[in-house]
C-alpha cells in the first residue's frame, strides 16, 4: 500500500469525526422525552397511544390527502365528540400545548415537521384574535 | 321500486340536510348531488364548434354588478369576510411586490380585457368589478403543474390547491389567464391582521388563490364573499351544470358575460353587467 | 482523466480563483434568499419569473446548440469537426447544470423539487422538460466520456456508443424545443402563444451555442495551444450566420403579424420591449435600450460575419462578430423574451421588473459556476487532445 502513513491515520481520524456526537454525549442517548398529555380529556385518542406514537405522521398524510385532495371530509369521533379530520381542527383541539406535546419528541429526534409554517397552534390562534 | 327508494332517500337526505341549516347547499355536500346532476340534462345547444355539455357538479358564480354598483361598499365587505376567513394577508403599499389576492377588485377594463372598452356607460367605467379564481372547467394552471399540486376536486368542479405538495415554480402563474394566482413570497405570517383558528396560513414559497371555501361548503356554509352579500342577490353561488339550481336560474334569466372567454379554459364565473 | 484537472500554468488557476470568488458571493446570495424567500428579489405577482428562468430558457438554447457541431461530424462524416464535437459535448454538460441551478434557485420550495418525479404529471411540459433535460445531460457525460477515453487511448470508440450519439442528435432538438412548449401552450401570454417559438427558439441557439465555442476556441488557441482549424471555424462561422439570419427572419415574422393585424395582444410585449408602452399616460420602456442594443450587435455580428466570407479574415474578427452575436441573442431570449411576456399582464396592467442586487449576485454565481465547469471540462478535453499528439 502506498502512503500507508497518511491514509490509516487519515481514516481513523475520518471515522472519529463521524462518531463524534456519540461520544460528545458519553455513548448516551439522553433522558427519553416525556410529552405532556392532555388534561381533562380522558386517555383515547383516534387510535391507541402505541400506535398513534408510531404512525401519527401517516395518518395526518391521509387526512391531509383525503381532505385536500379528495374532499373527503368525513368526521372522527373520539369519545362521543366529534371532530373535522386535520392538525388544527381535531389533534390541536386535545393536545393543545404544541411545545410540551410534540415538540418534546421531535426535538428529542431532531425531527422538523414543517407542520406549523401554516397550521396555527392554539396559542398562535389566539394571538392575533379577531377583536370584533 | 328501486328508483322510488333512491328518490325517497334522496329527499330524506336533503331535508336531513336542510334541517342542520343549509337549505341552498345540501346538494353540494351529499353525495346524492352528483347522481342529481347526472339525471336528466338536456345538453345545451353548444356556441362553439366541438363544444360539449359538461357533465358533474361545477360550482360556479353570478357577480350581479348592478348591486355592487349601488352598493360598492358591499365588495369591501366581501374581500374582507375572505381574508378574515383564510387567512390572507395584507402587505402595506411598500411591499406590494409580495401581495397576496384571492378576490379583489379592478375597473371593468383591466377585469375584461378582451371586451370593448370603448364608450362605456359612465356607472361601469366607474365601477370596481370583484376578480377572483374562475374554477374553471378546463384549467390551464392545472395542466400545466408538474406535480398536481393543483387540481380539479372531481366531486365539485372546485380548482384546488395543496400547499403540501407545490414546489413553487409558478407556472400556474404563468399559465392562468386571469391572473388569480398569487406567490408567497416570504413568509405571510406577520401580514395576517386576525387569525381564523380554523384555518392554516399558508408557508413562503408556495402558490395560492381562492378556493371557493371548500372548508366552509363542508360544514353547508356559503363562501364568505357571497354570505356577506347575502340577501342583496350580488353574488349567486352554485353547480352551474344543474338546471334546478338557483345560480342557473339567474344564468337563464340574464346576459352575461366572462373574463377572457377567449383563453377557452371555460370559467365558472360569470358577470350581470 | 481528471488528473488533468489539477495541473495547469497561473492563468488557470488565476481564471478558476476568480471564477471560484464569484460562486462563493452567488452562493451566500442564495443562502440568503433560501432563507429569507424570494421576496429578495425583484418578481412579484405580475411578473413571476424573472432572470433566472430566462437564463435558463437561453441556456438550454446553449446546450442544443452543441448539435451543430456533433450533427455535421457523426451524419454527414464532416471531418474538420472532429476535434470539436467533444467541446460541444462538454458545453452542453455545462449549460445544463447552469440551467438545473437556475432552476434550483427559482423554486419557492427546492426541498421539494423531487416532487416532480414523485408524483409525474404527462400534462405538464415542465415534466416533459426534466425528462429530456436529464436525458441530454445522461447521454453527454456518456458520449463525451466514452470518446475522450477511447481517443486517449488512441483506439475507435466502442460502436455501442455511436446508438447513443445518433440518439442524442433529436434529443438536442427536444429540450430547445420542449422549452418553448412551456410558453407557447399558455392560453392567455399573447407574446409566447405563438407556434414560432420553438423554432425561433432552435435557430437562436444553433448562432447562439456555436458561437461561445468559437470564442472558446479562439481563446484555447492563445491559451492552451489548442487548434481547431481554420476550415472548423470558417464552418462554424456560416453555421452561425445561418442561425442567426433565420432567426432574425423569425423575430421580423412577429413584427409582421402584431403590427400589420394590429391585435392589441399581439403587439404590445413587443411595443414594450421595442419601443415603450404607454399606459395611462406612463410610457414603460426599462427594456428598450437592451432590445435595441440586441439589434444592434445582431445586425453588426451579422454584418462582420458577411464581410469575413469575402475577405481575408482574422481572428480577432471572428471572435469580435461571435461575441456580438452571442450578446445580441442573450438579450433577445435571456431577457427580453420572458420578462416581455408578462407585460402587460393578465388584467392589462403593467408592472415593470427590476432584478435586485442579491439576484444578480446568485445570476452571476451560476454563470460563474457554469464556466468554472466547462474550463474544467475543457482543460481535460484539451489535455487529452496535447497527449495524443
Given at each position: 500500500m502506498y502512503n500507508k502513513g497518511t491514509i490509516i491515520p487519515g481514516l481513523i481520524i475520518f471515522v472519529l469525526i463521524l462518531t463524534s456526537p456519540i461520544w460528545y454525549n458519553g455513548l448516551k442517548a439522553g433522558d427519553l422525552p416525556k410529552p405532556e398529555a392532555p388534561m381533562g380529556v380522558g386517555k383515547q385518542c383516534v387510535l391507541p397511544v402505541q400506535e398513534m406514537r408510531d404512525t401519527h405522521m401517516q395518518l395526518l398524510n391521509q387526512w391531509r390527502d383525503e381532505v385536500l385532495r379528495d374532499d373527503d371530509r368525513s368526521t372522527v369521533v373520539v369519545n362521543g365528540k366529534t371532530y373535522r379530520k386535520g392538525l388544527q381542527m381535531a389533534c390541536m383541539q386535545c393536545h393543545t400545548d404544541k411545545e410540551k406535546f410534540c415538540d418534546t419528541c421531535h426535538e428529542y429526534a431532531s425531527v422538523k415537521p414543517y407542520c406549523w409554517d401554516c397550521h396555527l397552534t392554539p396559542k398562535q390562534a389566539v394571538s392575533k384574535k379577531e377583536t370584533h | 321500486m328501486d328508483n322510488q327508494r333512491r328518490k325517497f332517500l334522496k329527499i330524506a337526505g336533503i331535508s336531513a340536510l336542510a334541517g342542520i341549516g343549509a337549505p341552498a347547499l345540501a346538494k353540494l355536500t351529499s353525495t346524492s348531488a352528483f347522481a342529481a346532476a347526472q339525471e336528466g340534462h338536456t345538453a345545451a345547444a353548444g356556441a362553439a364548434h366541438g363544444a360539449t355539455e359538461q357533465s358533474g357538479i361545477q360550482l360556479g358564480m353570478v357577480i350581479d354588478m348592478r348591486k355592487f354598483i349601488e352598493k360598492p361598499e358591499m365588495l369591501d365587505r366581501a374581500i374582507a369576510a375572505c381574508a378574515r376567513v383564510h387567512n390572507v394577508p395584507e402587505f402595506p403599499p411598500e411591499k406590494k411586490k409580495s401581495e397576496i389576492k384571492w378576490i379583489w377588485k379592478t375597473p371593468f377594463e383591466n377585469a375584461f380585457t378582451d371586451q370593448s372598452q370603448a364608450r362605456l356607460s359612465t356607472a361601469v367605467e366607474h365601477a370596481q368589478f370583484p376578480v377572483l379564481c374562475?374554477?374553471?372547467?378546463?384549467p390551464a394552471c392545472v395542466k400545466v403543474c408538474p406535480t398536481k399540486a393543483t387540481f380539479k376536486q372531481k366531486d365539485n368542479g372546485i380548482v384546488a390547491m395543496d400547499y403540501h405538495r407545490c414546489i413553487g415554480c409558478r407556472f400556474c402563474m404563468a399559465g392562468c389567464p386571469y391572473g388569480a394566482r398569487s406567490f408567497n413570497w416570504e413568509d405571510p405570517r406577520p401580514y395576517v391582521k386576525t387569525y381564523n383558528p380554523d384555518f392554516p396560513t399558508r408557508m413562503r414559497g408556495v402558490v395560492e388563490k381562492c378556493n371557493f371555501c371548500g372548508e366552509r361548503l363542508a360544514l353547508g356554509l356559503k363562501p364568505a364573499c357571497v354570505e356577506a352579500c347575502e340577501g342583496s342577490g350580488a353574488m349567486v353561488f352554485g353547480d352551474i351544470n344543474d338546471e334546478k339550481s338557483e345560480v342557473r336560474q339567474v344564468l337563464a334569466k340574464e346576459f352575461t358575460i366572462q373574463r377572457n372567454?377567449?383563453?377557452?379554459?371555460?370559467?365558472?364565473v360569470f358577470y350581470i353587467v | 482523466m481528471i488528473e488533468k484537472t489539477l495541473k495547469g500554468k497561473p492563468a488557470y488557476w488565476i481564471w478558476l480563483a476568480f471564477l471560484g470568488t464569484f460562486v462563493a458571493i452567488g452562493a451566500a446570495c442564495y443562502v440568503r434568499q433560501y432563507i429569507y424567500g424570494l421576496a429578495l428579489t425583484g418578481m412579484s405577482r405580475d411578473v413571476s419569473w424573472g432572470i433566472y428562468i430566462s437564463q435558463f430558457t437561453f441556456l438550454v438554447g446553449v446546450a442544443a446548440g452543441g448539435l451543430m457541431l456533433v450533427l455535421p461530424y457523426y451524419i454527414h462524416d464532416y471531418k474538420a469537426f472532429g476535434k470539436l464535437t467533444i467541446l460541444g459535448e462538454f458545453l452542453a454538460i455545462s449549460a445544463i447544470a447552469m440551467c438545473l441551478m437556475f432552476i434550483m434557485a427559482d423554486l419557492g420550495q427546492p426541498l421539494r423539487g423531487l416532487n416532480m418525479i414523485l408524483h409525474p404529471t404527462p400534462n405538464s411540459m415542465l415534466f416533459w422538460d426534466m425528462v429530456v433535460l436529464l436525458g441530454y445531460l445522461t447521454l453527454n457525460v456518456l458520449c463525451g466520456w466514452v470518446i475522450l477515453t477511447a481517443e486517449r487511448k488512441g483506439v475507435h470508440p466502442p460502436k455501442w456508443i455511436y446508438i447513443f450519439v445518433y440518439i442524442s442528435i433529436p434529443f438536442a432538438v427536444s429540450i430547445h424545443t420542449v422549452t418553448a412548449m412551456l410558453y407557447c401552450g399558455l392560453p392567455g401570454r399573447h407574446f409566447w402563444l405563438s407556434a414560432i417559438i420553438a423554432p425561433r427558439f432552435l435557430a437562436s441557439a444553433f448562432a447562439a451555442g456555436p458561437a461561445l465555442i468559437v470564442v472558446a476556441c479562439l481563446i484555447m488557441k492563445r491559451v492552451a495551444h489548442f487548434d481547431a482549424g481554420k476550415e472548423a471555424l470558417a464552418k462554424l462561422s456560416t453555421i452561425i450566420m445561418y442561425a442567426a439570419i433565420i432567426n432574425t427572419f423569425f423575430v421580423i415574422l412577429e413584427f409582421f403579424v402584431g403590427y400589420y393585424s394590429n391585435v392589441p395582444g399581439h403587439i404590445h410585449s413587443l411595443q414594450y420591449l421595442f419601443f415603450g408602452l404607454e399606459h395611462h399616460g406612463h410610457v414603460y420602456n426599462n427594456l428598450v435600450p437592451f432590445m435595441w442594443g440586441s439589434v444592434f450587435l445582431n445586425f453588426a455580428g451579422l454584418g462582420l460575419l458577411a464581410y469575413m466570407k469575402f475577405n481575408e479574415w482574422t481572428d480577432g474578427m471572428l471572435g469580435a462578430a461571435c461575441v456580438m452575436i452571442f450578446f445580441a441573442l442573450w438579450i433577445d431570449k435571456g431577457l427580453g423574451f420572458v420578462l416581455g411576456g408578462f407585460v402587460p399582464n393578465m388584467l392589462d396592467q403593467v408592472v415593470e421588473y427590476y432584478p435586485t442586487a442579491n439576484e444578480v449576485g446568485i445570476t452571476l454565481g451560476i454563470w460563474a459556476a457554469g464556466f468554472f465547469l466547462v474550463t474544467v471540462l475543457y482543460k481535460i478535453a484539451v489535455g487529452v487532445e496535447h497527449e495524443i499528439e
Open positions: - | 374562475n374554477h374553471c372547467a378546463e372567454a377567449s383563453a377557452g379554459t371555460k370559467p365558472s | -
